[in-house]
Nanobody, 116 residues
Framework: HVQLVESGGRVVQPEESLNLSCAAS????????MKWSRQAPGKELEWVAT????????YYPPRLEGRFTISRDNAKNILYLQMHDLKIEDTAMYYC??????????WGQGTQVTVS
C-alpha cells in the first residue's frame, strides 16, 4: 500500500536550518511530481514547494523562494526539503504530497516544525 512518511521536524530557533525527508513507497515514485505543503495552527493549508518527476525543475511561492529547497532521490524514493533562516512564521505541520491522481494525491501524516 502507499506510504509517505515524513521525518526531521523538531523545535529550532529562529535563523537555524532544518532538513525534512519523506520516504515514499507503494507507487512508482520517479513518475510523479511531488510537493511539500504546510499548515500552521488556525491557518489555511499553504503550498511550500514542488518538484517534477525527474527532479530537474522546482517551483516555490515567491515568499519562500531562496530559503527553501526541494529535492529528491529517485533511487531511494525520498523527497527532501531544506529550510534555511527559519522564522517564527515557518512553524507548521509539514506534509509530503504526491502520487495518486491530480485531484487526489497521497498525503503523509506530517512532521511538526516549531520555530521559537
Amino acid at each position: 500500500h502507499v506510504q509517505l512518511v515524513e521525518s526531521g521536524g523538531r523545535v529550532v530557533q529562529p535563523e537555524e536550518s532544518l532538513n525534512l525527508s519523506c520516504a515514499a513507497s507503494g507507487f512508482v515514485f520517479n513518475t510523479y511530481g511531488m510537493k511539500w505543503s504546510r499548515q500552521a495552527p488556525g491557518k489555511e493549508l499553504e503550498w511550500v514547494a514542488t518538484i517534477d518527476a525527474r527532479g530537474s525543475t522546482t517551483y516555490y511561492p515567491p515568499r519562500l523562494e531562496g530559503r527553501f529547497t526541494i529535492s529528491r532521490d529517485n533511487a531511494k524514493n525520498i523527497l527532501y526539503l531544506q529550510m534555511h533562516d527559519l522564522k517564527i512564521e515557518d512553524t507548521a505541520m509539514y506534509y509530503c504530497v504526491g502520487g495518486g491522481s491530480l485531484f487526489a494525491p497521497y498525503w503523509g501524516q506530517g512532521t511538526q516544525v516549531t520555530v521559537s
